[in-house]
């Protein structure tokens, strides 16, 4: 069965360092979407792709967080510098098409912690 | 803009039913409810669309009241395997955004 693949699973990284996440979606999914789950808390959408182009990157905190999915398929999400604040799990998920009326496929997410 | 879920939790016995209730300031195009365990990521468990149409799950129903902006989430007989923190999430053009959440726990 097609996955979502993300990695890595697990990121310790120090303060002020920089931090990337890669995510390959399900083959032929149109969009991506890169969350941000606090523990305890609903994820967060931060930025959804349809194809290589951003449609909604509202809540992303431009000044030290960039993505970009540069062929319309695998992504990444960098984070530079990283604070202690950005500790928290980040899901990708992706859907086959590109409105909201079908379902997201979920990664298994990558952990990070910051110290 | 976040959807707010209640109740916050529930702790039930195996067996018994639950509700889960959505409520979104903003209108509604469509409503998507996720179970996730802890540790785990989200798993799909059904979509409502404005108009109606529902696809999804087998033993859990759901309800999506347009006009109030509300969705709910019904567990009947609920099994040790329900636990977990379900999520509504709702969706007005491209944007999306995930509810509060609600941690169900079953016990034996």
């Known amino acids: 069965e097609a996955e979502v693949a993300q990695s890595p699973r697990y990121k310790i990284t120090e303060k002020s360092q920089a931090v990337a996440f890669w995510c390959d979606p399900i083959?032929?999914?149109?969009?991506l979407y890169w969350y941000r789950q606090i523990l305890g808390q609903g994820p967060e959408l931060l930025v959804q792709?349809?194809?290589?182009?951003?449609?909604?990157d509202s809540q992303l905190p431009k000044d030290r967080f960039s993505a970009e999915r540069l062929k319309g398929v695998d992504s990444t999400l960098k984070i530079q510098p990283a604070e202690l604040g950005d500790s928290a799990m980040y899901l990708c998920?992706?859907?086959?098409?590109?409105?909201?009326?079908?379902?997201?496929?979920f990664g298994q997410g990558t952990r990070l912690t910051v110290v | 803009q976040q959807p707010v879920q209640s109740p916050q939790a529930v702790i039930l016995r195996e067996g018994e039913d639950a509700v889960i209730n959505c409520s979104s300031s903003?209108?509604?195009?469509?409503v998507h409810w996720y179970r996730q365990k802890h540790g785990e990521a989200p798993v799909f468990l059904m979509i409502l669309l404005k108009g109606g149409e529902q696809k999804g799950h087998e033993k859990i129903s759901a309800s999506f009241n347009e006009k109030k902006q509300q969705s709910s989430l019904y567990l009947t007989a609920s099994q040790l395997s329900y636990s977990g923190t379900y999520f509504c999430g709702t969706g007005a053009g491209n944007q999306f955004y995930f509810g509060t959440g609600t941690s169900l726990t079953v016990i034996p």
């Open positions: 998920a992706s859907s086959p098409r590109r409105d909201m009326n079908t379902e997201a496929f």
């Open positions: 083959s032929g999914h149109a969009t």
């Open positions: 903003k209108a509604l195009y469509s």
């Open positions: 792709f349809q194809d290589e182009s951003v449609v909604d």
